[in-house]
């Protein structure tokens, strides 16, 4: 019998490549899309096949043709996508804040996801899912970052209402909102003492690793969590 096939949007580095690695290790096979970094995965991770495909998520023709370009190469439309690729900028108080920088944020973070979303919700086997990635800051206001949290919030209404669209093909929708995780996109405009208050944000002083985000994302894409739909899961370190 085939492996199921996950797609993962922004998976060579941080959160994204972990999820590749989990998902495999939990038997799917792992298409992944990349735009700035080479991709550097294994054609195998131990069972299962991976794909590395090249789309700007910020075209929407891009992201329509992967699907295409997956069920081909791999025999299936997705069982699962996870909604990963995203930017993020130097934070900066409202007063101050780079209208171009904002600018990209919402063309990628929401209009990007739009498209990965729109596409899912259209090509998403029955029976599947969607994850998307988003943060905890939506709940927890950091001084400075309420241009990127602005984004990841209509990201969580997105998945929100898709949830309630697509129930009747029993696909299941989810997001995933970390804490602080310390990747290069987490370090973005971050000095040593600005890293040391981000750790603070949990009572265990540190921030999260990327393979405890992916773990959380390959739970929700597994069958154990067939009554998990419609949620926000905040893997924080107990950032409340």
Known sequence: MSNKIALVFGGTRGIGAACVHKLAEQGYDVAYTYVNS?????????????????????????????????????????????????INVPFSPMASFNLNDFR?????????????????????????????????????????????????????????SMAKELAPRKIRVNGVAPGPVDTDLFRVGKNEEALARSAALSPFNRVGQTEEVAEVVAFLASDRASWVHGQIVQPNGGMV
């Open 104 to 160: 990209d944020l919402v063309e990628t973070n929401i209009v990007g996801v739009f498209h990965v979303l729109q596409a899912a919700a259209k090509h998403v086997t029955d029976g599947g899912n969607i994850i998307g990635l988003t943060t905890s800051m939506v709940r927890v206001a950091i001084p400075g970052g309420g241009p990127y949290t602005a984004t990841k919030a209509a990201v969580e209404s997105f998945l929100r």
């Open 38 to 86: 080479t991709p550097n995965l294994p054609a195998c991770i131990g069972q299962s096949r991976t794909k590395g495909y090249a789309v700007d998520i910020r075209q929407a023709d891009q992201v329509e043709k992967v699907f295409s370009n997956v069920a081909h190469d791999f025999g299936s439309m997705p069982h699962c996508v996870v909604a990963n690729a995203a």
